[in-house]
């Protein structure tokens, strides 16, 4: 049965969730959380540890979002010029097999790191946003890449689509494909996801489903959390 919980739990349950991952420094983050709306504030010294905090109370049950309220302040050992950040990064999405060779455009100012162009397939937009977020002097990512799949006609058709996804979460242990309705528009090129989970975790996967469709360009998540 799920249970919904106080604020107090869900503070506590977050910030030992923290505490768990070493990769976070729980001392320098304050977590509040108001009807399952969970605050993260303070500062982390690299943006890998940021991201890794907030996936962390993405996990925690009873989380339905996360806001962000974290800086980078990163020590002076991994502070880099722009000039020679902005080489890491083309370097970087150069060695990752999963992103396309010259479909990403990038830009850096003060650490932060933008990502732009065209790719088609939602795995290869994650995978450029990972490949530079480890990079010593990264303080934050933007992410503007947009996924266009360049593929034929008759994988385009609605009704495809929606099978697809419902036959990939059935498939899946972490969904419950019966409580997921999945609508489709623009020949199958926008889905809209609707119904109930209970985690983070399986939003993801829903999600995940989704985009591993062929021929989606769009998703738009209405799902929302059982009580």
């Known amino acids: 049965m799920w249970q919904i919980k106080s604020d107090s739990t869900l503070e506590h349950d977050v910030q030992e969730e923290l505490l768990f991952d070493p990769r976070v420094d729980v001392k320098a983050i304050?977590?509040?959380?108001?009807?399952?709306?969970?605050?993260?504030?303070?500062?982390?010294?690299t943006y890998a540890g940021k991201v890794a905090a907030l996936h962390d109370a993405e996990r925690v049950s009873g989380v339905n979002v996360v806001v962000d309220h974290m800086d980078v302040s990163l020590?002076?050992?991994?502070?880099?010029?722009?000039?020679?950040?902005a080489k890491a990064v083309i370097a970087a999405l150069h060695w990752d097999v999963e992103v396309p060779?010259?479909?990403?455009?990038?830009?850096?100012?003060?650490?932060?790191?933008?990502?732009?162009?065209?790719?088609?397939w939602q795995y290869q937009r994650t995978a450029a946003d990972g490949a530079v977020r480890y990079l010593t002097g990264v303080k934050g990512v933007t992410n503007q890449i947009a996924v266009a799949p360049s593929i034929g006609p008759s994988l385009e058709k609605a009704v495809d689509?929606?099978?697809?996804?419902?036959?990939?979460?059935r498939r899946s242990?972490?969904?419950?494909?019966?409580?997921i309705t999945v609508e489709t528009a623009d020949g199958g090129k926008a889905v809209t996801l609707r119904g109930t989970i209970h985690s983070w975790a399986e939003r993801e996967e829903v999600?995940?489903?989704?985009?591993?469709?062929?021929?989606?360009?769009?998703v738009e998540d209405d799902l929302t959390y059982a009580v």
């Open 207 to 218: 999600n995940r489903a989704a985009w591993a469709t062929p021929g989606v360009r769009k």
């Open 173 to 179: 242990a972490e969904t419950d494909a019966q409580r």
């Open 75 to 85: 020590p002076d050992l991994h502070s880099r010029s722009d000039a020679d950040l």
């Open 101 to 120: 060779e010259g479909s990403i455009r990038t830009a850096v100012r003060d650490g932060w790191v933008t990502l732009d162009g065209t790719v088609d």
């Open 30 to 45: 304050t977590v509040s959380a108001k009807g399952g709306v969970v605050t993260l504030s303070g500062s982390a010294s």
């Open 161 to 169: 689509v929606k099978q697809h996804i419902r036959d990939a979460l």
